[in-house]
């Protein structure tokens, strides 16, 4: 059973990057028939897909977000990562890793790490 | 505000059926799948619906899910007090290249 789950700082400073990891266990990275996405969920808003990287090292970002954004895949950690730089408060939110089949589904999710963007 | 529209919040009592609809339009629900999934506060987003209708293996036949045009629902009968969660729909938006979200709704099993 595919596990996934996200770790990095709690607490990132405005301006600074926001750096995250998540952990695949009981699967692989490197399997050609998933894309390995983060979303986040600031609190009292709804769901924002952020973008998804494939076990090539090919990425989708939500364009909204794009110039901000660097994915990647560590197959020799079987991790994939997120930075997201010039962060502001606006980026505080739970920031969850999901694997994604093809543009159906995401299945499974990790739990949610909270990173908050504060002085 | 979420791409997809969703009420945001249903109640029943036990033993009864709700169900809870996700609206979007043209270019995300209207030509994509739609999947569901259900969420407590704290804990992995669980899927409970892919491809506007499949149910994956260990989600009791309880829930289903339906689409019609750009409206999608989901139902879940024989409600019971372990269903309390959030419910929320995704998809694919084609125009935006992005996946989108409903807000979210908070089951109330009474």
């Known amino acids: 059973q595919v596990q996934l789950q996200e770790s990095g700082p709690g607490l990132v400073k405005p301006s600074q990057t926001l750096s995250l990891t998540c952990t695949v266990s009981?699967?692989?990275?490197?399997?050609?028939?998933?894309?390995w996405s983060w979303i986040r969920k600031p609190a009292g808003k709804g769901l924002e897909w952020i973008g998804r990287v494939y076990a090539s090292g090919t990425t989708n970002y939500n364009p909204s977000l794009k110039s901000r954004l660097t994915m990647s895949v560590d197959t020799t950690k079987n991790q994939f990562s997120l930075k997201l730089s010039s962060v502001t408060a606006a980026d505080t939110a739970v920031y969850y890793c999901a694997r994604e089949y093809y543009d159906f589904v995401f299945d499974p999710w990790g739990q949610g790490t909270l990173v908050t963007v504060s002085s | 505000q979420s791409a997809l529209t969703q009420p945001p919040s249903v109640s029943a009592a036990p033993g009864q059926k709700v169900t809870i609809s996700c609206s979007g339009s043209s270019s995300n629900i209207g030509n994509n799948y739609v999947s569901w999934y259900q969420h407590l506060p704290g804990t992995a987003p669980k899927l409970l619906i892919s491809?506007?209708?499949k149910r994956p293996s260990g989600i009791p036949d309880r829930f289903s899910g339906s689409k019609s045009g750009t409206l999608a629902t989901l139902g879940i009968t024989g409600l019971q007090t372990g269903d309390e969660a959030d419910y929320f729909c995704?998809?694919?938006?084609?125009?935006?290249?992005?996946?989108?979200f409903g807000g979210g709704t908070k089951l109330t099993v009474l």
């Open positions: 491809e506007n209708n």
């Open positions: 009981g699967g692989s990275v490197s399997s050609g028939i998933y894309y």
């Open positions: 995704a998809t694919r938006d084609s125009s935006l290249s992005a996946w989108v």
